[in-house]
């Protein structure tokens, strides 16, 4: 029952990533990332602040996980 | 007095490693940042904390962070358990190294937290890998925690909760002003997870009489998370950050969380509008009020169904070759907060204010 309830998010979680990072077939150019590589546009631009945010949330919410935790898109990760 | 010396050697050796690092190769980053969180639960934290990273290699880096947070509170949980106030104030230190080429990189890092009634012990591992051009960076990264727990004035309460989480993450150059990111997290946690200080009151088998017994949650827990980022940039300096997250695990909570930040850049200046909610479904143990004595009991207002909205601005710098600095950069973040709810009898709301300031530089 319990690895039964594990699997299906897993999978479906393994689904949308999947269907997702086929769209990465886009071709950009590496000359046409340069709004990329700013801070701003960075999954994780700050991470003391990130990790401030987080250490509020997790310890007042009932949940946690589902950051993002590599940067990427420009060679920069 | 021992803690106080193991965070001075600590402390020591992070900034005698840094420095070593500095002389080495000309590129370190030092951050630190200080933040107050004040609630109407009569709850103030504040929490600072120092960070350094340096590479005295072009591919290797090492990084060190220590963080005080100083907890003052009369907060609702605390009077249910019989005490008017406490304060309590938890240390965490931690240390990394880190490897980047041009497609890969790879960490590791271990993270030491004490505070008078818990300790804990984490070990994270993080990968990641760009491919099709640097269209693609997939991620995998993975910790595990180990922690004791206690109980303030009592030296036979001793117990254990052991903890992993696994994480896959893609980032996606979906166009050229956009950047999109899914990761899916997967948690899995054994042992003591209630609190010792809470207490959960039912209905005797005298009329009008009360038993009050310590909470009680499951030993195990599984949590799957996904998460969803998309970043667009608008010309000519502006950005607009939208994140959203659906959250499952076995104990019956379900939650979701939407966030939008609009960041407009000027010049070396960047102001940030920040908003973000979240909505909880209570755990299926759970009960607002207990009309007899069940196997699993909580008291904990976490684990309620509520809802809370965040909203604030925040302003910040970054000014590049600033004398010997490759950067200076700063930033002062206000943001005010609500939640409701909607079956915990205690508290129906709570709402308050969290100011940050923080301050950076690369030499």
């Not at chain 1, 150019?29 to 990130?50: E, I, S, T, V």
């Not at chain 2, 992070?14 to 940042?33: F, I």
């Not at chain 2, 005295?56 to 358990?81: N, Q």
Request: hydrophobic share 40%.
């Amino acid at each position: 029952m319990r690895s039964r309830s594990l699997a299906r998010p897993a999978c479906a979680a393994a689904l949308v990533i999947g269907c997702v990072s086929s769209s990465a077939c886009a071709p950009v150019p590496a000359w046409q990332r340069g709004f990329h590589a700013k801070p701003k546009m960075q999954p994780d631009p700050n991470p003391l602040a990130a990790s401030f945010e987080q250490h509020v949330n997790e310890y007042r919410e009932g949940s946690t996980g589902g950051h993002g935790t590599v940067g990427g898109g420009c060679g920069c990760n | 007095m021992q803690l106080r010396a193991v965070f001075a050697t600590a402390t020591a050796t992070a900034l005698a490693l840094v420095t070593h690092a500095a002389c080495a190769q000309a590129v370190v980053e030092a951050d630190a940042r200080g933040g107050v969180y004040h609630d109407s639960d009569a709850t103030t934290i504040v929490t600072s904390a120092v960070a350094a990273r340096a590479w005295p290699h072009e591919r290797l880096s090492i990084s060190g962070r220590y963080l005080a947070d100083v907890i003052t509170t009369a907060s609702v949980d605390v009077v249910s358990a019989a005490t008017d106030r406490w304060d309590e104030v938890r240390h965490e230190g931690s240390g990394g190294l880190g490897y980047k080429d041009a497609d890969r990189s790879a960490s590791g890092s271990y993270i030491y937290s004490v505070e008078n009634d818990w300790r804990s012990h984490t070990g994270v591992l993080a990968l990641a890998h760009d491919t099709l051009d640097h269209r693609l960076t997939i991620g995998l990264s993975g910790s595990f925690v180990y922690n004791e727990v206690g109980r303030a004035d009592d030296e036979n309460f001793d117990e254990r909760l052991l903890g992993g989480t696994g994480n896959l993450d893609t980032t996606i150059v979906a166009s050229k002003r956009d950047l999109v990111s899914v990761t899916y997290s997967l948690g899995y946690a054994s042992g003591y997870q209630a609190s010792p200080y809470r207490f959960v009151r039912f209905d005797g088998p005298l009329p009008g009489a009360q038993i009050a017994i310590a909470e009680r949650h499951p030993d195990t827990r599984a949590r799957h998370a996904v998460g969803a980022r998309w970043n667009h940039h608008i010309e000519p300096d502006m950005a607009l950050r939208s994140m959203m997250r659906g959250y499952v695990d076995d104990w019956g909570i379900a939650s979701g969380t939407v966030g939008l930040d609009y960041v407009i850049g000027v010049g070396v200046f960047e102001m940030a509008i920040l908003s973000r909610a979240y909505v909880q479904k209570a755990a299926t143990f759970y009960r607002e009020v207990y009309a007899s004595e069940l196997d699993y009991m909580t008291a904990d207002r976490e684990l309620a169904t509520f809802f809370d909205v965040f909203g604030g601005l925040r302003l910040g710098f970054d000014v590049r070759d600033a004398g010997p600095f490759e950067s200076i950069h700063g930033d002062v973040l206000g943001k005010a907060f609500y939640y409701k709810f909607f079956d915990f009898l205690p508290l129906p709301e709570r709402y308050g204010l969290i100011a940050e300031l923080g301050l950076g530089a690369a030499l």
